[in-house]
């Protein structure tokens, strides 16, 4: 009987054990912290590369952090301009905070906000989905802008080339692992 019983613990351990690791119910109460700034979404980068012997390698070079005299400020380089907004409302879980895509010469950055607040879980994606809101289910097309880099606070998504701030209308945080929507904010 005792042999029965070790048998049936160490089962229900492991079984326990695996199930913590898939499901991840610690995340629903941790907080994951970003704090990057509008600015570092579009400052330039400058490329160096290295040949040494066979080998060739390069590397992404920050701007310097000295501002050019304001008498060479053109309209040109006014900055970033938000093209559409929205807020964030959660599904299922709790999430608040705004979501901006600006665009500067050309290029598309969505941007949440230093006041996103949005419901730990695991494996959480950003996505921009066609439509003025999440409708439900699985979406069939998105723009897929990778993992949520936080829970909280400010962080910046590179949008394509080819983005349409017409067709794309609302932020979509999707956990992958459970095909689940956490949060949506649709851009006005």
């Known amino acids: 009987m005792n042999k029965t019983r070790w048998l049936v613990v160490t089962g229900l351990t492991v079984v326990g054990v695996i199930a913590f690791l898939l499901f991840r119910p610690d ?3 941790t907080e994951v912290r970003s704090d990057e700034t509008l600015e570092e979404a579009f400052a330039p980068t400058t490329s160096t590369t290295t040949t040494i012997g066979d080998a060739t390698t390069s590397t992404l ?8 005299d304001e008498s060479t400020t053109t309209l040109a380089n ?3 301009i938000a093209v559409t907004m929205g807020q964030f409302r959660g599904i299922d879980h709790s999430a608040e905070g705004t979501a901006t895509i600006y665009e500067s010469d050309g290029q598309f950055v969505l941007r949440l906000e230093e006041d996103t607040r949005i419901q730990n879980g695991p494996d959480l994606y950003v996505w921009l989905i066609e439509g003025e809101d999440y409708e439900g289910g699985t979406p069939a097309t998105f ?13 910046n998504y590179d949008l394509p080339a080819d983005f349409d701030p017409d067709v794309a209308r609302t932020v979509l945080v999707w956990c992958l692992r459970f095909a689940v929507p956490f949060a949506a904010a649709p851009l006005t």
């Open 27 to 29: 995340t629903l109460f």
């Open 61 to 68: 070079v920050a701007p310097s952090t000295t501002l050019p």
């Open 78 to 80: 006014a900055g970033p």
């Open 143 to 155: 723009i897929d802008l990778g993992v949520l880099k936080g829970t909280v606070g400010g962080q």
